[in-house]
């Protein structure tokens, strides 16, 4: 009775000293090598770490249709009976299901092939997140990271923010029910993270997380298309925040769907996001930004602007031909002054009038006077306008030829440089300047909001300005413009005609409508 009671007190204090002293293990935990297996690394930093309870790594099963063959990768007992959960029978109690586990999901059999990684309904704090800044980047081919509800703070974030972008295959991220107080989520798009996909519901987001977001939507790169889908749905977004994402959208190239459900958005944030859909008229600010960028890119076409330095090398550039013709432009010679030779020895009956014109100029004062004055200067007009059509047809001729030199090296510019919004086509009515629009994003969802009829109205104006851009004639176009429009369960009327008119618009632009269309045609052909 004695040795147990000693040890469990033994226990009891090995307990404490883990509890009292974090930093002891930590030094070797930081020593580990992770071997890319992550239910081997975590284990094992958890227990150098000192946790008493380590969450287990569950692979998660897959979806219905895996062959029988593959099955035998999951540990099916890990995955509790509904008698084990309601009576407690079996080598776990009740509430095994609910304590704390990471699910992954593998690509194949190799444990070093984790895809995805979810963690439900369980606080990561600090010390866990250490753990995770080790074990996650060393997984080569890890692509979705999932965390739900698992209480971030703005210190965690910032650490997990470190974490992504060490993980250069991460393209994935779900972070929802997790409130921060800073609103810091607009981190997460940055040119420095590769992320393709980003939820953020019901994460509480405000106007002033709205800001930052579109913020920082505008500050990517033109060149950059990693961000495609945003979900901001479940949030207290109002029409001040849908203003500010709308305004990032005039200018965004990169995204592709939005979805802004269950909000709190009305007419006023509608009518901001449908401007940016169709044409819409640039600030000040942006028409002085639009010139500037006009004018680098004219100094870049054309860097030989000066106009001195053409004439001096189209002089110089003349054929001998057409340089003899300036001795008209020379001034008379003194009477005592012998007469040189000319240049010309060509025996043209046609020119042979011109020809005695120049001998009588150049062989003295008596010839001079005898030649009347109004013939001199016709002829010296006609010589001027031949060599400045010379001049201009030499000039042309070799900028033909640079430019064709030059045509492969700018056809590869081209397909690798994206042009700035700023550049595109513009139209100018009414003293104002319009660009065409947002035509990359494809998807919309302002569905369980407080859109109205006002509301409709701005979306029916754009998806009119957008399918009269988007005939036949303009099909090479990259850019379609918005394939799906989601509306429903707003404060307007189920039977709105303005409604119908969208969804008759949509429905055409629809790619599945589309192709089941060309099929049918195909038949009846």
Known sequence: MGKKIEKREKKE?????????????????????????????FTELCTRLGFMEIPKVIPRARPPGTPASDRNMFEESDYPSDKECLSGAGPRDRYSYFRPNIRVELEGEDGRSVREVSIRGWKIDEKMMGVFSKC???????????????????????????????????KVLSLEGNSLPDQSYHRLISDDLGLVHISLRNNQINDNGARLIGQALRGLKVTSKNLATLVLS??????????????????????????????????????????????????????????????????????????????????????????????????????????????????DPQKKEDKTNVSQVATGPSTVAAQPGPAKKEDAKTAKKQTAKTEEKNTRGKAVKSATKRAPEHEQVEASEVTNPLLEQAEFRDGNVYLPGNKVLISLNLSRNGVTEEGLQGFLKAMKTQAVEAK???????????????????RFLAESPTFAQIQEIMLLREPIHQSSRSSLDEQVM
């Not at 081919?141 to 999932?146: C, F, S, T, V």
């Not at 890119?297 to 013709?325: F, V």
């Open 13 to 41: 204090s090995n307990e404490d000293e883990c509890r009292s002293n974090p930093e002891k293990p930590s030094v070797s935990a930081e020593e580990y090598q992770c071997s890319g297996i992550l239910d081997q690394d």
């Open 234 to 347: 479940y949030n207290h977004i109002t029409d001040l925040g849908a203003g500010h994402i709308a305004q990032a959208l005039r200018f965004n190239r990169s995204l592709l769907t939005l979805n802004l459900s269950s909000n709190r958005i009305g007419d006023q944030g509608a009518l901001a996001l449908a401007e940016v859909l169709g044409r819409f008229a640039l600030t000040h600010p942006e028409i002085v930004e639009r010139r500037r960028l006009l004018l680098e890119k004219e100094a870049q076409d054309h860097p030989r602007s000066p106009t001195t330095s053409r004439h001096a090398d189209t002089k110089n550039e003349r054929p001998l031909s057409h340089r003899s013709g300036s001795a008209m432009e020379k001034p008379e010679k003194s009477p005592g002054q012998k007469a040189k030779p000319s240049v010309t020895k060509k025996k």
């Open 136 to 170: 996650l980047p060393a997984l080569p081919n890890l692509h979705h990271i999932n965390l739900w509800n698992v209480g971030l703070t703005d210190a965690t974030f910032s650490s997990l923010v470190t974490i992504l972008q060490r993980c250069p295959s991460l």
């Open 472 to 490: 036949p004639a303009s099909a090479a176009r990259t850019h379609t413009g918005l394939l799906r429009l989601s509306l429903g369960k707003n």
